[in-house]
T-cell receptor
Framework: AQKITQTQPGMFVQEKEAVTLDCTYD???????LFWYKQPSSGEMIFLIYQGSYDQQNATEGRYSLNFQKARKSANLVISASQLGDSAMYFC??????????FGAGTILRVKS | DTAVSQTPKYLVTQMGNDKSIKCEQNLGHDTMYWYKQDSKKFLKIMFS???????INETVPNRFSPKSPDKAHLNLHINSLELGDSAVYFC??????????????FGSGTQLSVL
């Protein structure tokens, strides 16, 4: 069963605007963690942000924030004030039983100037 | 100093050959992983070691054999390479279990091309 779903294969955003990348997950474990990673065209995997299931507040890291809606099992990544360097593949991931991270299929983001 | 380093970055080889990818981390982490990223960019875990002990072994052909001589190293040996093995292989490490400790630190990847 698909544990992490990213429904947007590709997204475009105008430079300086905000963009939301969707992620929904499926788990019956009350304790879990959600992660977002960025993979630019150079190929490296860059950690962006983490949200724990018991965290009271939505996570924020600079221009990245996580819109965590626990009841809807969604953990959308919001990037504010998009920059050309934000063009990349973005992966949502969740810790699964056995302490492994499982990844969604990813969303390609293109920032237009 | 690179936190998680893997070599080589590119590996081009013929079908049927045996090859190895090496990985080292200097973060003092106990857990190391191998992930495979296919041509559609889908990332899937292959193996995980905790302090030299195999703890995750996903459905991977037994031509793939990980080896962890110590907790800072996790190598991947692949026998009898097939065309379908062409992918990017990522090594990663994490501090431990629980919350943000499960954050993965990735190596830069090894692009394996089997001809």
């Amino acid at each position: 069963a698909q544990k992490i779903t990213q429904t947007q294969p590709g997204m475009f955003v105008q430079e300086k605007e905000a963009v939301t990348l969707d992620c929904t997950y499926d788990t019956s474990d009350p304790s879990y963690g959600l992660f977002w990673y960025k993979q630019p065209s150079s190929g490296e995997m860059i950690f962006l942000i983490y949200q724990g299931s018991y965290d009271q507040q939505n996570a924020t890291e600079g221009r990245y924030s996580l819109n965590f809606q626990k009841a809807r099992k969604s953990a959308n990544l919001v990037i504010s004030a998009s920059q050309l360097g934000d063009s990349a593949m973005y992966f949502c991931a969740m810790r699964e039983e056995g302490n492994k991270l499982v990844f969604g299929a990813g969303t390609i983001l293109r920032v237009k100037s | 100093d690179t936190a998680v380093s893997q070599t080589p970055k590119y590996l081009v080889t013929q079908m049927g050959n045996d090859k190895s990818i090496k990985c080292e981390q200097n973060l003092g982490h106990d857990t190391m992983y191998w992930y495979k990223q296919d041509s559609k960019k889908f990332l899937k875990i292959m193996f995980s070691y905790n302090n030299k002990e195999l703890i995750i072994n996903e459905t991977v052909p037994n031509r793939f054999s990980p080896k962890s001589p110590d907790k800072a190293h996790l190598n991947l040996h692949i026998n009898s390479l097939e065309l379908g093995d062409s992918a990017v292989y990522f090594c990663a490490s994490s501090q431990g279990t629980g919350g943000i400790n499960e954050k993965l630190f990735f190596g830069s990847g090894t692009q394996l091309s089997v001809l």
